[in-house]
């Protein structure tokens, strides 16, 4: 088994970004140190996704900058930060009759010259990949045919095989049954990555994240502990909504009951 790599800090400071004279962040600051899982939250249109484009390199920000292990991610050649960083995207890519191994195997492009075809330490650690998410024995199988829960596997374990200290994931829990957002975030949580997810459920997300970050408009408008910041007084705010927030009394963590709006 190759060793891991180590988990990565992440600090963006500032981070501001524009579209058409509109502004879509507005001087986000935000970071989590290594090993730590991070969730940024809010209402649609927030930002979240932008943010996290930002992070892993689709998107350059206005202003502002992002530091992985204290280096400045935009003096980073393309395959260099992608050795640093790997995305989980919120929707499947086009991969055109691939098998899940081949599409796993993608991974492995940061780490090589245009020309050169994978060998045999490749295949090892994109079978350790497979394995560690439990995807091995759908490695044959093409990828367009596999559930929403496997196909999310197969794209962490591409994302794994690129031998990361930073998960960047965008929703990925989105449009799977309930078991299977809890294996994936259970999953993620066992990785040893750093980890930046994009949630909708603040309920998943006060369970499976050390701290969460919350957009409102393009700003940061709230950090912390899930105890500290899912408070009703923000959830009014933020969301537009009534609630009422308990502990959970299994896991310990913020419980949030939504009330109806009249």
Known sequence: MSPAPSPTALAADGISYEVAGRTLLDAVTLDAAPGET??????????????????????????????LD???????????RARRVAVVPQDSPGTFGLTVRQVVAMGRSPH?????QDDAGDARRI?????RVGAAPLADRRFEE????????ALIARALVQEPGLLALDEPTNHLDIRYQLEILGLVRTLGTTNLLVLHDLNLAASYCDRLFVLSAGRLVASGSPHAVLTEELLAEVYGIRSRIGVHPVTGSPN?????LS
């Not at 280096?71 to 260099?80: H, N, R, S, T, Y």
């Not at 079978?127 to 394995?131: E, G, K, N, Y």
């Not at 949030?256 to 109806?260: G, S």
């Open 256 to 260: 949030v009951v939504y009330l109806p």
């Open 112 to 116: 090589k010259r245009f020309w050169e």
């Open 146 to 153: 596999l559930s929403g829960g496997e196909r999310q596997r």
């Open 38 to 67: 991070v969730g940024l939250v809010g209402p649609n249109g927030s930002g979240k996704t932008t943010f996290l484009r930002c992070v892993y390199g689709a998107l350059r920000p206005a202003a502002g900058r992002v530091l």
């Open 70 to 80: 204290g280096a400045d991610a935009a003096a980073l050649g393309v395959k260099e």
């Open 127 to 131: 079978d350790q990949s497979l394995q």
